[in-house]
């Protein structure tokens, strides 16, 4: 009998990771696992703006003057719809905070 692998040992709370859906890559929050389920719950951070989305205060990218926008629903996701590297320089500054906490309050 052979031990289940566990493929998210690599993936941390509070990390920032790539999303992958139909419509490209967005760097996304991870807040929220369950390995077991592989069920992982993400706040998804986009360049531009659209139906329910709200625009940050400061960007994600503190380098980039881009505005940041942010879903307003979180997403549950599975393992193959993450990245397996950690996006680098990527913070929410403490203004946004409140916000993003709140969106992930949700479920």
Same mark, same amino acid.
């Given at each position: 009998? #052979?031990? /289940? =692998?566990?493929?998210? /040992?690599?993936?941390? =709370?509070? *990390?920032?990771? %790539? &999303?992958?859906? =139909?419509?490209?890559? &967005?760097?996304?929050? @991870?807040?929220?696992? +369950?390995?077991?389920?592989? @069920?992982?719950?993400? %706040?998804?951070? $986009? #360049?531009? +703006?659209?139906?329910? *989305? $709200? *625009?940050?205060?400061? #960007? %994600?990218?503190?380098? /980039?003057? =881009?505005? #940041?926008?942010? &879903? ?5 996701? $599975?393992? *193959?719809?993450?990245? $397996?590297?950690? @996006? ?14 709140? %969106?992930?309050?949700?479920?």
């Amino acid at each position: 009998m #052979s031990k /289940k =692998k566990i493929y998210s /040992k690599h993936l941390v =709370k509070g *990390r920032f990771y %790539i &999303h992958n859906d =139909k419509y490209g890559g &967005h760097p996304s929050l @991870l807040y929220k696992k +369950n390995d077991r389920k592989n @069920l992982y719950f993400v %706040i998804i951070f $986009t #360049s531009k +703006n659209g139906p329910k *989305r $709200t *625009r940050l205060k400061h #960007s %994600i990218e503190p380098a /980039k003057v =881009k505005q #940041s926008f942010v &879903h307003n629903n979180p997403s549950v996701v $599975t393992r *193959r719809d993450l990245g $397996t590297k950690e @996006l680098q320089g990527l913070k929410v500054n403490k203004d946004d905070k409140p916000l993003i906490k709140s %969106i992930g309050n949700k479920k």
